[in-house]
């Protein structure tokens, strides 16, 4: 069964840190593409990390550059999304997905996604 389970979130003052994870079964990560999304209540979802499938070269999206970090472990099968510097604005629920593709291929669209996490919620607040 395929299956991608996040965990990590919670509340957090501004200016600290969370480390989300994504852990997949019933498949291997390192062939796919990943993507990590957030969706805030009434906007519409954005990507925030990207892994490309095999190399696991990192991009992040110009808005949160600098404090959002993916990164995976093929040894775990799991993906991971640091975050630090948090603001208010990051508020919201956090997703991993995971795109088939070819080698070395970085997947930024949303819709092109094959399999999801089910989110983790995010709340920064004093």
């Known amino acids: 069964q395929v299956q991608l389970v996040e965990s990590g979130g919670g509340l957090v003052q501004p200016g600290g840190s969370l480390r989300l994870s994504c852990a997949a079964s019933?498949?291997?990560?390192?062939?796919?593409?990943i993507g990590w999304f957030r969706q805030a209540p009434g906007k519409e979802r954005e990507g925030v990390s990207f892994i490309s499938s095999t190399d696991g070269s990192t991009y992040s999206a110009d808005s949160v550059k600098g404090r959002f970090t993916g990164s995976r472990d093929n040894a775990k099968n799991t993906v991971y999304l640091q975050i630090n510097s948090l603001k208010p604005e990051d508020t919201a629920v956090y997703y991993c997905a995971a795109a088939k593709a070819p080698p070395d291929t970085v997947v930024y669209v949303d819709s092109w996604y094959d399999y999801w996490g089910q989110g983790t919620q995010v709340t920064v607040s004093s």
């Open positions: 019933g498949f291997t990560l390192a062939y796919y593409a």
